[in-house]
């Protein structure tokens, strides 16, 4: 026992002795608009592959490369296994989200800035922080860990990962691992580690409502003639019952493994929600979360108002996010979800679905030697027992490599926290728990190497 505590410590120091360099890597990796969703920057994702092909190679390792299959190109490098040691995936992305308004952050999103504790900028939690922790993983082992390490860095995750099913089929070898640590989730609370266990799908589908061949004058046939807007805004308040829970029917809706305790004030701090504006939906605040399906309206295509005129609008347009529950399909929801628009459309308004791209909801069972070692590492290198949570947030490339490779085991591990801000404005990173996820992951590989 004295010698394991040894090699620990010797693991830890030598891990925390990389955090700095990580960090520099990662402010590098900020710095450049990897956003995979828009045409305009795909060479700056290009530039993101090969600035992560040169971080490898510096390890020392030879066999890196970027990978294709009519996507965004991955970065594939593998470290083989010593004889009778498992081999682990180390997963993470490097595209990033759009920043919205970029004057509406506090600092500039592609700079990475460090205030009161936490690193700021685009990509920091999500999730070009987690290519920093597997880098600084990797070198404070020098380059040569006790385990096979293969690594997988996508370049699409931001944008449903459409080539991802096709890269892991054409590479299934080179893919095969003991275990994948894909490092995309969020931890429960800073200095608490979690490892996600359940996960919401996505469906987005867009609704178009016509009621007139083209606009006519509101006051000389309003009252009669509904307007495509109104007919629209109708139709979407369908989605819901008064309590505000999704009233589709045929949808799956169920409990959460995990009954976590989720404080309302928490809660309250956390989403930034407005006095006097309630929550929604019915349940504990996890079943809500992570079991139950969600609706939301993300965009409408309509007349603004600054172009407005006094006229009855012929057609609009509106985006549906749905967030489909752990034991329902992409193929029902979306069935289900196009159905309900069909049947409840008022005043024989025509209305029209499109666009459904729609991922499955997982479950990631924790269980098994692998990821009992996994929770004791985290747990020693936080200083605190990891929980399994859920998540309401969508990763489809989980589901795909639990099918790709059914007999491995999938650890949805973090560096996120619930302060982060992904996917909004100011995003940022806990600079404490991204040391810690560091060290978690190297003790975790180095007890797997034993």
């Known amino acids: 026992m004295a010698a394991d505590d040894a090699r620990d410590t010797r693991i830890l120091e030598a891990t925390d002795a990389q ?12 710095a450049i608009p990897s956003i995979s969703s828009q045409p305009q920057h795909a060479g700056d994702v290009t530039v ?9 190679r510096g390890l020392g390792w030879t066999d890196v490369r970027t990978i294709e299959a009519g996507g965004k190109p991955a970065v594939l490098a593998h470290w083989p296994a010593p004889e009778g040691r498992p081999t682990v995936c180390l997963y993470s992305h490097y595209d990033v989200q759009p920043t919205g308004d970029p004057g509406a952050w506090h600092t500039d999103p592609f700079v990475a800035t460090e205030r009161d504790g936490r690193l700021y900028g685009r990509g920091t939690a999500d999730d070009k922080g987690g290519l920093a922790m597997h880098l600084a993983v990797l070198r404070a082992f020098d380059g040569r860990p006790p385990v096979g390490v293969t690594v997988l860095f996508e370049g699409e995750e931001e944008i449903g990962s459409p080539s991802l099913d096709d890269l892991l089929a054409t590479h299934r070898d080179e893919l095969a691992a003991d275990a994948y640590v894909i490092a995309d989730c969020g931890n429960w609370q800073i200095g608490v580690p979690a490892f996600t266990t359940s996960l919401r799908g996505v469906a987005d589908l867009v609704i178009e409502a016509r009621t007139l061949a083209q606009p006519i004058h509101s006051g000389e ?20 019952d008064d309590a505000g829970d999704v009233a589709v029917a045929g949808l799956v809706s169920g409990t959460a493994a995990e009954q976590l305790d989720y404080p309302v004030d928490r809660l309250r701090a956390e989403t930034g929600v407005l006095d006097g504006v309630e929550f929604i939906g019915t349940g504990p605040f996890v079943d809500r979360l992570w079991a139950k399906p969600a609706i939301s309206v993300i965009g409408m295509d309509t007349t603004p108002i600054a172009a407005s005129s ?22 029902n929801a979306v069935e289900c979800l196009a159905r309900h628009i069909r049947e409840h459309a008022p005043w024989g308004v025509q209305v029209a679905v499109s666009n459904a791209e729609a991922a499955n909801p997982s479950t990631v069972p924790f269980e098994g030697p692998i990821a009992e070692q996994a929770r004791s590492a985290y747990g020693d290198a936080y200083g605190s027992d990891p929980v399994c949570v859920g998540t309401g947030g969508s990763i489809g490339m989980i589901a795909s490599f639990q099918e790709a490779f059914p007999q491995a085991t999938v650890l949805c591990t973090a560096v996120a926290d619930p302060d982060c801000r992904m996917h909004g ?3 940022s990173l806990e600079l404490g728990d991204f040391g810690r996820a560091c060290r978690a992951e190297a003790l975790f590989l180095d007890r797997l190497g034993r």
């Open 310 to 331: 006094n006229v009855l609008i012929d057609a609009a347009r509106a985006r549906i996010s749905l967030r489909i529950a752990p034991g329902d399909t992409r193929e």
């Open 221 to 240: 046939f309003g009252g009669v003639v509904p307007d495509a807007l109104t007919a629209l805004c109708r139709l979407l308040a369908t989605l819901h």
């Open 425 to 427: 404005l100011n995003e």
């Open 19 to 30: 955090v700095r360099p990580a960090l520099d890597d990662l402010a590098a990796m900020v």
């Open 48 to 56: 993101m592959a090969d600035y992560l092909v040169a971080a490898i």
